[in-house]
């Protein structure tokens, strides 16, 4: 039958600095796989040589996005690709938290102005401040919140986004979000573990696009409250193959309640160095995603 082949799909930027992929590759080999790292932009790549392609570490994609989804598509034609390209394509652009409150999903309240809509101080009215960005970014790049005084500065964050022909995202500033955003990781649809990571946006009106996207580290045991958003929120994705991985992130609304900030199913840091079962669980998901394509050529 031969040995599953599995493309653990990372970029130049992960090769380097992706600190969880020796450790999945290191798990697959110990299973009997052959196990590799390849940039998902590498020239000379034969993808159908794979029985299996995982996404992980591709952080350049935003950059490159229309270039990302056509090898995303591409390459789901010649391999198994997870997760799935319709998966990926939908979240890539971070409207999909509208289709996923429309859907009944406790979402953070979101506004998108998209380029030649209107752009005015009202629209930035909030008794907490707002959170300006962009509708497709990874590691909250160009982003920024406002202190209610500030409208003026948000406004021009936003309309300098909008110049550049992107969406912008309009969002509260949730005051709880100091309590630390919960990071809850599922593999194969079930619950996997969680972290919670203290506040990223410490320094209102500030785009540092250098910030730390995960700072403050520290294991976290999910109440009930933010199992059943994360549930509703994976329950409510269109319909696709069902993600290998995910990770949901939530904080808590002024009145204790979580809500879906984001809902990362393309290249999230999965935190596995942090966590020995968590790494086996996904180790394993991959092990058996492969065997089955083996199998099934």
Not at 11 to 26: K, R
Not at 258 to 264: A, S
Request: net charge negative.
């Amino acid at each position: 039958m031969g040995t599953a082949r599995v493309a653990i799909v990372t970029s130049d930027m992960g090769l380097i600095h992706d600190i969880d992929l020796p450790l999945v590759l290191a798990g697959l080999r110990a299973r009997g796989l052959e196990a590799e790292a390849v940039a998902w932009a590498a020239d000379s790549v034969v993808w159908g040589d794979y029985h299996l392609a995982v996404i992980r570490s591709t952080w350049d994609y935003a950059d490159r996005l229309d270039e990302f989804l056509t090898w995303a598509d591409t390459t789901a034609r010649v391999t198994h690709l997870a997760n799935p390209a319709s998966l990926v394509r939908w979240n890539s652009d971070k409207r999909y938290l509208l289709e996923l409150a429309g859907r009944g999903v406790p979402v953070v309240p979101t506004r998108v102005l998209e380029p030649g809509d209107p752009c005015d101080e009202g629209d930035f009215a909030h008794p907490h401040g707002v959170v300006v960005k962009p509708a497709v970014s990874v590691a909250a790049r160009d982003t920024a919140r406002y202190e209610p005084g500030r409208t003026t500065d948000a406004v021009a964050h936003a309309r300098a986004l909008l110049a550049q022909g992107r969406a912008v995202m309009l969002q509260p500033y949730l005051r709880r979000i100091a309590e630390g955003e919960r990071a809850l990781v599922f593999v194969g649809g079930s619950f996997s573990h969680a972290l919670r990571k203290g506040e990223v946006l410490t320094e209102p009106g500030v785009i540092d696009n250098s910030r730390e996207p995960h700072p403050d580290l520290v294991q976290h045991r999910p109440a009930e409250a933010e199992l059943v958003t994360a549930t509703a929120a994976l329950e409510a994705l269109p319909a696709a193959p069902a993600p290998l991985y995910a990770r949901v992130d939530i904080a808590l609304d002024d009145t204790g309640a979580p809500v879906l900030m984001e809902l990362e199913l393309i290249e999230p840091y999965l935190f596995l160095h942090t966590t020995a079962s968590g790494l086996e669980r996904l180790v394993e998901a991959v092990a058996v995603a492969a065997q089955a394509r083996l199998t099934a050529r």
